[in-house]
């Protein structure tokens, strides 16, 4: 295991403000960009590691948890060691956890996880499964390189406006789309649900219940994750694919494990976003430093901020975030 802080490095935060990042740590108001390139995310989050000097072990696997006996805290399995603690977040959210499978042949396909580099991809033709953000996001990397592409979709979730970015496309990617659009080498295709790829002569054959689409290039499977949770699913009592969490995202089965992130569901109200879910980070915050006797007051300012949703009733119907 490498332990990096304190030992992480002082310098080179570029034109990152310290003391700003003190004051509010939003990456957008420090690099005073709206979408920051994935170096920028690197570098902000190595700058709030250091000022705050977190405690990171980098490069370790969890490969299981277990509760030890009356809710005394938590053995933690890493590679070459455990480690123990009182409480646990989980927090590995969803990307490192493709669903590889959705239907018989998806195999053939490449996972829009697996894909490191859009410009290494090779071929002028693409078909990509799935037209939520991942699609879309492949999409519009794929019409930007000159590629044409193909989007099938088993709703044609592009048509739904809502205000709620967890059941329609957020505004930067429908702006996304209006560029490709306007290069004329963008097809939707709604009200498609795929039920099958397979190999044939010179390429891929992708099959919904009445049609069939044939591509030269593997196809792209944009159709989504499994939850994390999964890992440990034994410790949370599951319902309709949802694990159950108390008012503070705490197992209703397990004491002291939480839960932060896109796997944070309350009834209809899915948290699956960054926007939405750090929000609750307070909440969890705040029902540790009750257990441990620590005066949660410091915590009103999250409360200030918009950023401690701990009633869930302005979210019943719409969400309002
Ligand atoms: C194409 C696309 C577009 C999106 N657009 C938006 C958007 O515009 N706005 C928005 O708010 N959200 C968006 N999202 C969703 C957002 O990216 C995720 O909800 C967010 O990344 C989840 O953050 P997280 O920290 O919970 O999990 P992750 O970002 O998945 O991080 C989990 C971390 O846990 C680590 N980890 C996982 N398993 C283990 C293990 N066993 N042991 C040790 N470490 C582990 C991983 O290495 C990783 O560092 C988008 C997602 C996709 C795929």
Same mark, same amino acid.
């Given at each position: 295991?490498?332990?990096?802080?304190?030992?992480?490095?002082?310098?080179?935060?570029?034109?990152?403000?310290?003391?700003?990042?003190?004051?509010?740590?939003?990456?957008?108001?420090?690099?005073?960009?709206?979408?920051?390139?994935?170096?920028?995310?690197?570098?902000?989050?190595?700058?709030?590691?250091?000022?705050?000097?977190?405690?990171?072990?980098?490069?370790?696997?969890?490969?299981?948890? #277990?509760?030890?006996?009356?809710?005394?805290?938590?053995?933690?399995?890493?590679?070459?060691?455990?480690?123990?603690? *009182?409480?646990?977040?989980?927090?590995?959210?969803?990307?490192?956890?493709?669903?590889?499978?959705?239907?018989?042949?998806?195999?053939?396909?490449?996972?829009?996880?697996?894909?490191?580099?859009?410009?290494?991809?090779? /071929?002028?033709?693409?078909?990509?499964?799935?037209?939520?953000?991942?699609?879309?996001?492949?999409?519009?990397?794929?019409?930007?390189?000159?590629?044409?592409?193909?989007?099938?979709?088993?709703?044609?979730?592009?048509?739904?406006?809502?205000?709620?970015?967890?059941?329609?496309?957020?505004?930067?990617?429908? *702006?996304?789309?209006?560029?490709?659009?306007?290069?004329?080498?963008?097809?939707?295709?709604?009200?498609?649900?795929?039920?099958?790829?397979?190999?044939?002569?010179?390429?891929?054959?992708?099959?919904?219940?009445?049609?069939?689409?044939?591509?030269?290039? *593997?196809?792209?499977?944009?159709?989504?994750?499994?939850?994390?949770?999964?890992?440990?699913?034994?410790?949370?009592?599951?319902?309709?694919?949802?694990?159950?969490?108390?008012?503070?995202? #705490?197992?209703?089965?397990?004491? /002291?494990?939480?839960?932060?992130?896109?796997?944070?569901?309350?009834?209809?109200?899915?948290?699956?976003?960054?926007?939405?879910?750090?929000?609750?980070?307070?909440?969890?915050?705040?029902?540790?430093? *009750?257990?441990?006797?620590?005066?949660?007051?410091?915590?009103?300012?999250?409360?200030?901020?918009?950023?401690?949703?701990?009633?869930?009733?302005?979210?019943?119907?719409?969400?309002?975030?």
């Amino acid at each position: 295991m490498h332990f990096i802080t304190p030992s992480f490095p002082s310098h080179g935060f570029g034109l990152l403000d310290l003391n700003a990042i003190a004051r509010k740590t939003s990456p957008a108001i420090n690099f005073q960009r709206e979408h920051l390139t994935g170096n920028q995310y690197a570098e902000y989050l190595e700058a709030v590691a250091y000022y705050f000097e977190l405690p990171i072990y980098t490069n370790v696997e969890v490969q299981n948890i #277990e509760p030890l006996s009356q809710g005394q805290g938590f053995v933690v399995y890493v590679p070459d060691g455990i480690l123990k603690t *009182q409480f646990l977040i989980w927090a590995a959210g969803e990307f490192q956890y493709p669903n590889l499978t959705p239907f018989p042949g998806a195999d053939l396909s490449l996972h829009n996880s697996q894909i490191a580099s859009w410009a290494h991809l090779e /071929g002028d033709e693409f078909i990509i499964i799935g037209g939520y953000e991942s699609g879309m996001d492949a999409g519009s990397n794929l019409v930007g390189l000159g590629k044409r592409v193909k989007v099938l979709d088993r709703t044609g979730i592009w048509a739904e406006l809502d205000t709620d970015p967890s059941i329609s496309l957020s505004p930067y990617t429908l *702006q996304r789309m209006d560029f490709c659009y306007s290069t004329g080498r963008l097809e939707l295709i709604g009200n498609t649900a795929i039920k099958e790829v397979k190999a044939v002569p010179g390429g891929y054959a992708v099959y919904s219940e009445y049609n069939k689409w044939v591509s030269a290039t *593997q196809p792209i499977l944009c159709t989504g994750f499994e939850s994390s949770l999964k890992q440990i699913a034994h410790l949370f009592n599951w319902s309709e694919g949802y694990a159950g969490l108390t008012q503070e995202d #705490e197992s209703t089965i397990t004491p /002291g494990l939480f839960v932060v992130g896109p796997s944070v569901r309350h009834s209809n109200v899915i948290f699956c976003f960054i926007y939405k879910f750090r929000q609750r980070f307070a909440v969890v915050a705040n029902a540790i430093a *009750q257990r441990l006797g620590i005066d949660p007051t410091p915590l009103e300012v999250y409360r200030q901020e918009g950023m401690f949703l701990d009633d869930l009733s302005c979210c019943d119907d719409d969400c309002l975030c």
